[in-house]
């Protein structure tokens, strides 16, 4: 149930301070006073955004660029439009628009200032777009110190849990150890959500159980997430399959109990798992189903070296062997020659010359390729 008289009054409200805005800009445009437009094109785009009429908003903000003085009213503008198409979800124009804020001249502390909000405004782009390795790298390189530019789109909270998310799904644990636990900016996010830190430090420290346990503790509150939650079923795959890969990575051959004591608590198996990790590719590796083991797959660099060694070569002596066959026909004169060439140089012989040079030709090409290939 929802108040139908509150409901009725703020509608009255909404539109009476929309008509005063609205009136109030035709002021300012019949005085062609270019700061007072500009202001009242953003008073009216921040009433449309609060509204909740997002396109009439970004309308408003966009007209802004007809009146810009200064460079900070460029990022300003920028500023807006990120904001209002982060709430469109318009990913495409989000990173159009943290682009263009790039490419705004202003002074180092305005810089600054104004760097977290373009870093958090593209990771959550490429977030959106399951692009997990540029989004960690987005989170983590945001600055720490300025966090209140950006607090309308996110909290510091969120960028430690998208970018450790993230992070973990698309780094391996040197990437982890000198990029986010050694990054002393995104260590002053991660403080903030120690469990993500933990989780990231079992990972490093190759304790994937614990690792997986911390992350499945938070799973739920992570569903609930307006920007995470459509991705956290594919980030929680990543990650397992990767803390699946790097425990067997030191073995010949694990049990499948082993695996089942720190994959799947409980009594469950990861059998059908491993099956489908192997198929895919991820995993390399054959299920002993006698012995319940996994094994590695057997590899033998020294025949894959020379087998290479071999087929380089052999395509390197065909190489040559062409160029030296194109270097004989051309001091033997019998080059095929262009329409043009030919027409210049037609004579009464032309056609037998043709055909004793076709002759001459199937004849050693023949030959040739009958002999080298």
């Known amino acids: 149930m929802y108040d139908v008289e509150w409901l009725e009054q703020k509608e009255k409200e909404n539109k009476a301070k929309t008509i005063r805005l609205e009136e109030e800009l035709r002021g300012y445009k019949n005085n062609l006073i270019k700061e007072s437009i500009r202001m009242g094109n953003e008073d009216l785009g921040r009433h449309y955004q609060e509204i909740g009429d997002l396109t009439k908003a970004y309308e408003a903000f966009g007209r802004m660029r007809q009146d810009v003085l200064l460079q900070k009213h460029i990022a300003d503008i920028g500023r807006h ?48 777009e399951g692009k997990f390795s540029d989004a960690s790298t987005s989170f983590i390189t945001a600055d720490f110190g300025v966090g209140s530019t950006f607090n309308h789109i996110a909290s510091l909270n969120d960028v430690a849990i998208y970018g450790g998310l993230c992070a973990l799904a698309s780094m391996n644990r040197n990437e982890l150890q000198k990029k986010v636990l050694d990054n002393p900016n995104f260590r002053a996010y991660l403080e903030l959500e120690p469990h993500i830190r933990r989780a990231i430090s079992f990972f490093v420290n190759g304790r994937y159980s614990a690792c997986l ?161």
């Open 81 to 128: 439009l990120v904001s209002v198409t982060i709430e469109q979800r318009n990913w495409v124009a989000v990173a159009s628009n943290t682009q263009k804020m790039l490419g705004v001249s202003l002074s180092s502390d305005e810089e600054k200032a104004l760097q977290p909000l373009i870093k958090v405004a593209a990771g959550l782009a490429h977030l959106a």
């Open 213 to 373: 346990s911390i992350l499945e503790g938070y799973r739920n509150d992570y569903l609930l997430d307006i920007y995470l939650y459509n991705h956290v079923a594919e980030l929680y795959n990543l990650i397992r399959s990767k803390s699946i890969i790097q425990y067997f990575i030191p073995f010949s051959c694990v049990t499948i109990e082993s695996l089942n004591e720190a994959f799947a608590p409980g009594g469950g198996s990861i059998e059908d798992e491993l099956i489908s990790m192997i198929k895919s590719g991820d995993l390399e590796g054959r299920i002993d189903t006698q012995n319940r083991l996994l094994t590695s797959v057997p590899c033998h660099p020294r025949a894959a070296l020379q087998s290479q060694t071999l087929a380089s070569a052999k395509s390197y002596e065909r190489e040559m062997r062409h160029r030296i066959q194109r270097m004989n026909i051309l001091n033997a004169e019998l080059e095929i020659r262009g329409k043009k060439a030919q027409s210049q140089k037609q004579g009464p012989n032309s056609s037998g010359l043709d055909a004793m040079y076709e002759m001459q030709r199937t004849r050693y090409g023949n030959a040739f390729e009958a002999e080298y290939d």
